[in-house]
């Protein structure tokens, strides 16, 4: 492998990595990607046979190709593939994207359901090394239409979407892709040959790689990659080859230096070398270097309500900046890793005290704010997306607890958060704060209506 660097808005930097076999050059790249380090030793295949949990790669392929054969707009091209397998909810955009300041963590006009884009991934009770994933995503691009084809398989149940222009919002996240989408083309599919399976590719990545160190830092996301990267941990992989990568930021309840680990194999299935290092998954207030130590500060913009019959809601939209602990003002960035779960809400009266939650009164993926019905007990809390869609619920969930609804989603410049309260309550006056869950993070912001 060949990591090539490629600049990024400060304070963050990514890495475009190029699949070679038997040569890998190694940067250390400061700022929030930490120290990356070449690992030489050769390991064989040991322990119990990998068990499975959802399809491989050629089983969702199979599973989609009439779909795809018969979907207008095409000849359509394989360009890209990520499966995920994560022990616990995972979601790839809290790790952010190539590009910062310019949020596409939720596509639900275009992609309206489970994606990379939006909602938390299912968990993986299989084995690392078994190639299977409960989750994965393909994408696919018509040179003629000038189109993306987005299917996904979740937990085996495939589904494509319907085209959308390259130009669009949900493409944006794939850099290099977007600009010359024709040289991906033919890169997966080669003179009428597919790459290895998952199966082989993982067989191939757990046995050469560090299994102890990769279970010692558990929890860690299992993620296979063909074709060009998306999120900032992750890269371009070029010429049908297999990266796999381990990987903590993203996975719900992990905060703080995390470890990346990736795995090459190519096309062939003949291991490729893998690199160890580490990532900030959230600006901290104590540890990892100091760019990445600050505070993840809520802007929130003036609200505005509007009010029905017996429902309220009030809307405040709000920026994320980051914060230096000196008290210098970094900017505002969509991704830098602040998820729902490190988040706790609470709304309080002039005196202090706190007004009563209630519970979510609509389904997950609503087409609109106005379907949450008020709670009569208390308020809760909808974040949408810059364009008004539902991406979270917090209050009171069925099982008692206090909390969100998808267990782990990020929160982002741009977006929304919409109070839900019967149209009987006034909340002038009154306080919306928000708190940090992580003692190694610190999250604030608070604004009085």
Known sequence: MTIVPSGDPAPRKRTRWVMTLGIVIILLLAGGLGGWYLLTHDLSPSGPRAGSDGPTFYQVLASLNDS???????????????????????????????????????????????????????????????GTAPFWQLAYYSNSSQEVLVATSVSGVPHVYAPMSITNNCSYAWTTFRSNPSSWVNQILANSTLPVDSSVAAEVAWGNSDRSWIQQNAPLAEVFALGPGMFTATGDVYGGNWEVYFMGCGVAGVAGIRPVYAAGVSRTGEWGGALNGTRNCVTLNSTGPAIDRGINEFFFSPPTAVSGAATAWIDVPY??????????????????????????????NSSGRPLPLGSPGCDSWVPAVSNCIADTSGWYAVVLSATGEW?????????????????????????QLELVVPSSWSLAGDTLTVASTVSACDVTGSITF
């Open 68 to 130: 795809i054969r018969n979907t207008p707009g095409g000849p359509w091209s394989l360009v890209s593939v990520t499966g995920v397998a994560s022990p616990l909810p995972f979601s790839p955009n809290v790790d952010g994207y190539f590009r910062l300041n310019i949020t596409v963590n939720a596509c639900q006009h275009e992609l309206d359901g489970l994606t990379l884009w939006n909602g938390s991934l299912p968990r993986f009770t299989g084995t690392y090394g078994s």
């Open 319 to 348: 920026q994320i900046g980051v914060t230096a602990l000196n008290g210098s003002f970094y900017g505002y960035y969509d991704g830098w890793g602040v998820a729902n779960w490190m988040t706790k809400w609470s709304v309080t």
């Open 391 to 415: 991406i979270n619920s917090y209050g009171i969930q069925p099982n008692g607890t206090v909390g969100w609804a998808e267990p782990v989603t990020a929160l982002v410049s741009h977006q």
